[in-house]
């Protein structure tokens, strides 16, 4: 029995990576409850596995006490100093009490709750393993799809990829290869259930990681991610060294970096600019590809005021005003655009800070300043 036991416990653990001592706990967990079962005994007891020398015994255990309320779970301290004299109250007396044919009946008795322990133990470890990969992405293959879900196979485990996480615009077919981003892992009665997902902005930043290395070493950061899934995003990168160009780092050698990721997200256009402390610079860069001529900030409603050239009054705002909005979700200012003559009529362009005013206020300093001096 030693030999063929320990056979199949190296097996198991090779196969489904669960440890032998999970795999005896199991085991002896199981026999303890057919021996209650088949032989009708209520009281405590241990079942003790010896791989050295191919033994399972049953031993009951009893508690030492005074005076004896149950002969089943207790034994007076006189007979149990008749086996020792040493035991005291308080102590535990175990005496084997292993039935002749309890191989057979609890082998078979023990089949079903050893499977069911194997199985928790194998989804505990597909739990503690994809748990620890929330946020991150994976690649899989598409299994099946339902009205409202596709499962993902990611090898141990099926993911779930819901309706609203799923680019719209992309189609899905059974054997398709796909990544897809962890958004969450739950333990439920039928094992782990992962959550995936398409549209997540995290998505959007491991595939930046992935792809430019600057990112993943941490020469050039990622502040900020707007994203409407499928048409555009708009991301904003920062370079701790000067000499740095975070966006070109991003948008690589002739675009090639940025347009990998543009194909793996199926065309989804995507806007990098340069994040800035300054709101006033951050606003203008993040409603690219749009001139700004002027940003007016209100620091107390958190909003800013934008001025455009008339010309780019709808670039600025974008298709069904995506590109504002996308903007105002990237920088965390409302963004209010103005084309530059509705701002001239309303009194509020140009104004002393813009760059126009500045400009002519030079103009008139160095026309009161002489650069000659007559000689007398």
Same mark, same amino acid.
């Given at each position: ?8 416990? !190296? ?8 440890? #032998?001592?999970?795999?005896?706990? +199991?085991?002896? *967990?199981?026999? $303890? ?42 034994? @007076? ?31 078979? !008795? ?9 199985? =928790? ?7 503690? =393993?994809?748990?620890? #990969? ?13 009205? #409202? ?28 290869? %796909? ?8 333990? !439920? ?43 555009? @995003? ?18 690589? +050698? ?20 340069? /994040? ?9 860069? +993040? ?13 107390? =409603?958190? @909003?800013?005021?934008?001025? $455009? ?6 670039? *600025? ?7 504002? #909005? ?6 965390? /200012? ?8 509705? +701002?001239?009529?309303?009194? %509020? ?7 126009? $005013? %500045? ?15 007559? =000689?007398?």
């Amino acid at each position: 029995m030693s030999s063929d036991l320990l056979d199949a416990l !190296t097996a198991l653990e090779k196969q489904k990576g669960i440890s #032998r001592d999970v795999l005896i706990e +199991a085991i002896e *967990a199981a026999l $303890v409850t057919a021996y209650k079962r088949n032989f009708n005994q209520a009281q405590n007891v241990r079942v003790d596995i010896n791989l050295a020398v191919g033994t399972m015994l049953v031993y009951s255990r009893k508690d030492v006490v005074e005076e004896v309320t149950d002969d089943r779970l207790q034994i @007076s301290l006189e007979d149990a100093r008749a086996i020792n004299p040493h035991y005291v109250v308080g102590d535990v007396v175990e005496e084997e009490v292993t039935p002749r044919n309890f191989g057979r009946i609890a082998a078979q !008795t023990a089949k079903q709750v050893v499977t069911q322990r194997v199985r =928790e133990a194998e989804r505990g470890l597909i739990y503690e =393993e994809y748990v620890d #990969r929330e946020d991150d992405i994976v690649s899989g293959i598409v299994e099946r799809l339902d009205a #409202r879900n596709i499962y993902v196979g990611l090898g141990k485990v099926e993911a779930v990829l819901p309706a609203n996480e799923q680019i719209q615009t992309e189609t899905y077919r059974p054997h398709d290869r %796909i990544k897809v981003y962890i958004t969450k892992v739950e333990r !439920t009665s039928r094992g782990p259930q992962v959550f995936v997902s398409r549209t997540h902005p995290g998505f959007l930043r491991r595939l930046f990681e992935m792809e430019v290395p600057e990112i993943f070493e941490g020469i050039v950061e990622i502040k900020s991610i707007a994203r409407e899934a499928g048409d555009r @995003s708009k991301i904003s990168v920062y370079a701790h060294n000067e000499e740095i160009d975070p966006v070109g780092s991003c948008v690589g +050698a002739k675009g090639a970096r940025v347009q990998t990721i543009v194909n793996e997200l199926n065309g989804e256009k995507i806007d990098i600019v340069e /994040w800035s402390e300054d709101p006033v610079v951050f606003v203008a860069n +993040a409603l690219s590809p749009s001139k700004v001529l002027d940003v007016q900030v209100n620091e107390e =409603e958190k @909003s800013t005021t934008v001025v $455009v050239p008339d010309y780019q009054l709808s670039l *600025a705002i974008g298709k069904r005003g995506q590109n504002a #909005r996308l903007a105002a979700k990237l920088t965390g /200012w409302k963004i209010d655009i103005k084309s530059e003559t509705d +701002a001239r009529e309303l009194g %509020i362009y140009p104004n002393e800070n813009s760059p126009e $005013v %500045i400009i002519e206020n030079m103009d008139d300093e160095l026309d009161d300043f002489d650069f000659y001096k007559d =000689e007398e």
